[in-house]
């Protein structure tokens, strides 16, 4: 059964949508089956994969709202092994209507029951803020990962994000877990950078990725033609720092399947 993983930070302009599209695209490179969800109605998400949102015939909204099966609006991408669930402007409206809807909190989670066998890892692109679109994304998820940006404002929001993961563990899904903290926008020149990446690592020594995504050209102009930095330019360092992105988590988690493996003589008949 695939990995669930949202990637959400309430603050806007972190890096969250570009961790997800190049996550996603990284994974599939990897040879992993990847689905990437976008639930912000902004969109972004799927436009970075070359989707044309005036050309869609169905999106998120209508698998939250409308129970159409998830399969019927998933797009393949350029990658092979990598798919996008859509959103549009419609999704704007989807929070409150969902507000007087039944377990509307665990909406998402129904939406993905029938999809995650499919997939190695789907991804999430949750919008920036803490509304009732993101609280389905962690309901829904087995982990979160925070894309952070190295500036002044990085640690402001991060307690708020964190408190919220810790309610939602207590009432709505005691499985979730933080997968990591991954350093974005990384300005080498800049002090603030690096004060900010230490400070970081100082606070939550376990959570943070080695790897830290510079601030990148390459990495910026390729939402513009609907790619990932992979397919656009694959020897940038933006495209190199998601890759390593990729293989840090891989690596996460085969050390977290083993660790939950039993072992051999644990697992023996006795004699």
């Known amino acids: 059964m695939g990995r ?8 806007g302009g972190v890096g969250k ?6 996550l996603a695209a990284s994974l599939a490179a990897a040879e992993r089956k ?34 159409r099966p998830l399969e019927e609006v998933i797009l393949p991408t350029e990658l092979r092994y990598l798919d996008v669930a859509p959103a549009t402007a419609d999704l704007t409206g989807a929070e409150v209507e969902l507000v007087n809807t039944p377990n509307r909190e665990k909406r998402l989670r129904t939406v993905l029951d029938g999809i995650r066998r ?23 998820a087995d982990a979160v990962l925070i894309p952070l940006q190295t500036e002044y404002y990085a640690m402001e929001g991060l307690a708020q994000l964190l408190s919220t993961i810790e309610l939602v563990q207590r009432s709505l899904n005691p499985k979730l877990a933080v997968d990591g903290i991954v350093l974005t926008m990384f300005d080498s020149r800049a002090n603030i950078s690096h004060q900010v990446s230490e400070e970081v690592r100082r606070v939550f020594p376990q959570l943070v990725f080695s790897t ?19 397919l656009y ?19 996460r988690d085969k050390a977290k399947l083993k660790r939950a493996a039993p072992s051999p003589r644990a697992s023996a008949p006795a004699r």
Do not use: H
């Not at 949508?17 to 190049?22: S, V």
């Not at 109605?41 to 909204?61: H, R, V, W």
């Not at 499919?118 to 829904?140: E, F, H, M, Q, R």
């Open 233 to 251: 330019d694959i020897r940038s360092k933006g495209c190199e720092a998601y890759l390593a992105v990729a293989r840090e988590l891989l690596k």
């Open 212 to 230: 830290v995504v510079p601030r990148n050209v390459r990495l910026a102009e390729s939402p513009s033609f609907g790619k990932p930095v992979l």
């Open 4 to 11: 669930i993983i949202c990637i959400s930070n309430q603050k």
């Open 118 to 140: 499919k997939y190695d890892y789907v991804l999430i692109d949750c919008p920036p803020s803490l509304g009732l679109l993101t609280l389905n994304a962690l309901t829904a």
């Open 34 to 67: 990847t689905l990437l969800l976008d639930l912000d109605p902004q969109g972004n998400a799927g436009s970075g994969l070359g989707i044309d949102k005036s050309q869609l015939t169905g999106s998120i909204y209508d698998a939250l709202i409308d129970e």
């Open 17 to 22: 949508t570009t961790t997800a599209i190049n």
